[in-house]
């Protein structure tokens, strides 16, 4: 609803959603399903909580659970990069999404791109999708 009042979000917002997303990855992993998330964590630390949960969340989740031992996502990290202007060209062609154009500063301002030692691969936007995919695919394998 911030966003899509113009309100960038900040950690307190986000920490809460990225921990509900790593119980879900854990579930659906359990179940035996390969799971693709596509969300927009930003930060190291954001996707620090995707695999291990509320525990390393900078700003804690509920305590749920609190003595177990935190189970871990083995996460691949796609980080499509692009630079601004291109991404404001697709973004301001989006019709009904709830982040207005007038977000992507916040986003950009935020975002910290991974690095060594995350796993992770970096693919240009300006690839088109059946090159992204094949991409990840092969790293996949």
């Known amino acids: 609803m ?4 113009g309100i960038p979000l900040k950690d307190q917002d986000r920490i ?3 921990c509900n997303l790593h119980d879900i990855l ?3 992993i359990a179940s035996g399903q390969h799971v ?3 969300c927009s964590a930003l930060k190291k630390a954001y996707r620090d909580v995707l695999i291990r949960g509320k525990e390393c969340a900078p700003l804690q ?3 749920t659970g609190k003595d177990k031992q935190p189970a871990e996502v083995k996460l691949l990290v796609v980080h499509l990069s692009g630079s601004f202007e291109v991404i404001s060209r697709r973004l301001l062609k989006r019709k009904g999404h709830f982040m207005p154009p007038e977000l992507l500063q916040s ?3 935020t ?3 991974p690095s060594a ?3 992770f691969i970096q693919i240009s936007v300006d690839k088109n999708l059946s090159e992204i995919i094949a991409t990840v695919m092969e790293t996949l394998k």
């Not at 911030?2 to 009042?5: H, L, N, R, S």
């Open 36 to 38: 693709v998330l596509a």
């Open 26 to 28: 854990l579930r659906d």
């Open 16 to 18: 809460p959603w990225l």
């Open 117 to 119: 030692p995350e796993n």
């Open 107 to 109: 986003q950009f301002d």
């Open 2 to 5: 911030k966003m899509g009042k």
């Open 111 to 113: 975002l910290e791109p």
């Open 61 to 63: 989740c509920d305590e």
